[in-house]
């Protein structure tokens, strides 16, 4: 089955706490990350891949970025005269919590939900990166006769409210599910992604509306684990959860691995982002680069080792950036020295400054700072 019969809902502000130096002028579905994406790339590429073309996507807050970025959708292929990609509007200006109160969230989109014509509804936030194919998600739904799907990882259960961590039977049903249990063990958690029937949906929130509940996994996934058939579907390749500074980081990093970056970006499921056209990398004489991603438009004349360079970086000659992520337009100057830092957009480091952070702390420079 494909996925023209599935409405794509995207939560781009859930999360948004978590990594609160980055999202203070942005969602979380606009952070950047890996050179020239940005997180929501990831959810939109894994839908319009298998053919959904119809995608809504619910904003709160600091989404000006956001709306840039997508513009009419047209990299995804849902720049359409029907159907194609919709930002719904703030659904709440109260501050709702960490996970943005989806269920508040929900109802106030009830109206597109209940003109969409698709039979299915697939939910997905942006801090869970992965690529993964929905048309096998939809067969395994279908072949299981299940009334909840959730895509789910094997591992040590991310530091967030509200995760859904699942004991599965062999076939993968799911016999008992806690919410952000506390545990060192790895278990089966949830990334977000759930696969459900439009009319189940309305059925629950209806009911979750009545009843004044407002905890969505809790209230609707956990509460009616014994009533319905919710199975889990578990993500093949890389995946990962973003929770922290620390895991936006090592995420980063995690794809100067090559076989990481091949299960990330597997050609037969592209990830799609807007189309910036630049000019190709410029390295100077004398300059060294290794073990890095670097984007077009950068101009490298010193040192770069295990480190990722958006757009439009220029690094001086005598500078060095090492185990570090350094946003679009932002400038290096000379015998300058970078070690596990997070530069945002448009940062500039005068000559001779150094800064050092470390793996499990990098040292975070705000957008636009000059140090």
């Known amino acids: 089955m494909t996925g023209k019969n599935i409405v794509g809902i995207i939560f781009s502000n859930a999360y948004d706490e978590c990594i609160s130096e980055l999202t203070g002028l942005r969602t979380m579905g606009s952070v950047p990350f890996a050179c020239r994406y940005r997180l929501i790339d990831f959810a939109l590429s894994n839908m319009v891949?298998?053919?959904?073309?119809?995608?809504?996507?619910?904003?709160?807050?600091?989404?000006q970025s956001l709306m840039d970025h997508l513009g009419t959708g047209k990299p995804w292929d849902l720049s359409r005269k029907t159907e194609g990609m919709f930002i719904l509007p703030p659904f709440s200006m109260a501050d709702s919590g960490n996970n943005g109160d989806k269920i508040a969230s929900l109802k106030g989109i009830m109206g597109f939900i209940s003109r969409s014509t698709e039979e299915y509804v697939l939910f997905s936030d942006c801090n869970s990166i992965l690529n993964i194919d929905i048309d096998e998600l939809m067969d395994f739904h279908t072949e299981k006769g299940s009334d909840i799907t959730i895509v789910y990882k094997h591992g040590k259960i991310p530091a967030l409210n509200d995760v859904i961590v699942m004991d599965?039977?062999?076939?993968?049903?799911?016999?008992?599910?806690?919410?952000?249990?506390?545990?060192?063990?790895?278990?089966?958690?949830?990334?977000?992604?759930?696969?459900?029937?439009?009319?189940?949906?309305?059925?629950?929130?209806?009911?979750?509306?009545?009843?004044?509940?407002?905890?969505?996994?809790?209230?609707?996934?956990?509460?009616?684990?014994?009533?319905?058939?919710?199975?889990?579907?578990?993500?093949?390749?890389?995946?990962?959860?973003?929770?922290?500074?620390?895991?936006?980081?090592?995420a980063n990093m995690d794809l100067l691995d090559p076989a990481n970056c091949d299960e990330l970006f597997a050609p037969e499921r592209p990830v799609y982002t807007k189309v910036r056209d630049d000019m190709p990398a410029i390295y100077?004489?004398?300059?060294?680069?290794?073990?890095?991603?670097?984007?077009?438009?950068c101009i490298v004349d010193g040192e770069v080792e295990n480190s990722i360079?958006?757009?439009g970086v220029r690094v001086e000659k005598g500078a060095v950036v090492k185990n570090s992520i350094v946003m679009q337009g932002s400038y290096i100057a000379e015998n300058a020295s970078l070690n596990c830092v997070v530069a945002d957009k448009s940062v500039v480091i005068t000559p001779h400054k150094t800064l050092s952070g470390a793996e499990n702390y990098p040292v975070y420079i705000g957008k636009a700072i000059v140090i």
Not at 49 to 63: C, D, F
Not at 218 to 247: P, W
Request: aromatic residues 8%; negative net charge.
């Open 49 to 63: 891949n298998s053919g959904i073309e119809k995608v809504g996507v619910l904003t709160k807050s600091n989404y």
């Open 284 to 297: 100077g004489l004398g300059s060294s680069v290794k073990n890095s991603l670097v984007a077009d438009g």
């Open 309 to 311: 360079l958006f757009r």
């Open 168 to 250: 599965l039977e062999e076939n993968g049903k799911a016999t008992q599910i806690t919410v952000s249990p506390v545990t060192e063990d790895e278990v089966d958690y949830s990334l977000n992604v759930i696969l459900m029937k439009k009319s189940l949906l309305e059925r629950l929130l209806n009911e979750a509306i009545s009843l004044n509940y407002n905890d969505f996994e809790a209230d609707i996934i956990q509460r009616n684990v014994s009533r319905l058939n919710i199975y889990g579907f578990e993500a093949k390749g890389y995946a990962v959860t973003i929770d922290s500074m620390q895991t936006y980081f090592k």
